[in-house]
């Protein structure tokens, strides 16, 4: 009886012994892909003054109308959007009173005129004509215009390209490493995704804007070029993708 107990009891802790633990290496893959924008973001202020705010208001109107049936005309232009960011009105007070009154009093001043401003945001294709359509709108009564940056119609499409690239270069770095070893490479375990993404494509002016106009701009039937022609080349969009892939080792035969 005692050696029956003690041959079940053999079986049952040979039952729990830990399997043979997986082999594996991890390695870090890095992909760059440089595309070349496609799109141009330019910010573009108007600034009116006049007498009361009424004729501000009406100065502020006539000059975004001016500007986005305007611009859709460039000649080279594909497509346009324009958004307005921000639009204010301010008052304009005397000017010896503001330098000599207190800084808590300068608001009781007498009020000359009204100032306003407005900030655009404005989107086109193709990126190669962003020098162009800066001159427009300087043309077209924009007081102060800024090519803020250049982007990607297909972002997500060339991020894709970038983490395929990654996996090759973790993948490749993975079998050098075994075959170093002595040892093969066997199928991917784990594979982790990076925060290595170079993402400089968002403006600060995104939100609560009013959009204008956007669409196709060839279908203006009369095309006009800037009487100043600004040519800028675009330089090619790094984008950077990182990714940590475990892969099985398996050893080599004797």
């Not at 600034?47 to 208001?57: F, G, I, K, P, Y």
């Not at 304009?92 to 655009?120: L, N, W």
């Not at 962003?130 to 215009?145: F, K, R």
């Amino acid at each position: 009886m005692r050696i029956i107990t003690i041959a079940a009891l053999a079986s049952l802790t040979t039952g729990c012994l830990p399997e043979t633990e997986q082999q594996m290496i991890v390695v870090d893959g890095e992909g760059v892909v440089m595309a070349p924008p496609d799109t141009f973001n330019i910010l573009a202020e108007i600034h009116t003054n006049a007498a009361d705010q009424s004729e501000v208001l009406k100065l502020i109107s006539q000059s975004i109308d001016k500007i986005g049936s305007g611009l859709p005309a460039l000649e080279g232009l594909d497509t346009v959007e324009i958004k307005t960011a921000t639009v204010s009105i301010k008052p304009i007070r005397e000017m010896q009173c503001v330098k000599e009154a207190d800084y808590s009093s300068r608001d009781t001043c007498p009020i000359t005129g009204h100032a306003g401003s407005v900030t655009m945001l404005v989107s086109g294709t193709p990126a190669a004509i962003a020098g162009n359509a800066l001159s427009y709108l300087s043309e077209l009564g924009a007081a102060e215009v800024e090519l803020r940056e250049y982007s990607l119609s297909d972002l997500e499409e060339q991020k894709s390209a970038a983490t395929l690239a990654a996996l090759a270069a973790a993948r490749a770095k993975a079998t050098k490493l075994a075959e170093g070893m002595g040892a093969s490479l066997g199928k991917p375990l784990r594979i982790q995704y990076g925060a290595g993404v170079r993402d400089n494509f968002n403006s600060e002016l995104d939100d609560g804007v009013y959009t204008l106009a956007s669409g196709p701009a060839n279908g203006a039937s009369d095309k006009f070029a800037p009487a100043v022609e600004l040519s800028i080349t675009p330089q090619p969009i790094e984008i950077r993708e990182e990714v940590t892939a475990a892969f099985a080792l398996n050893s080599s035969k004797p």
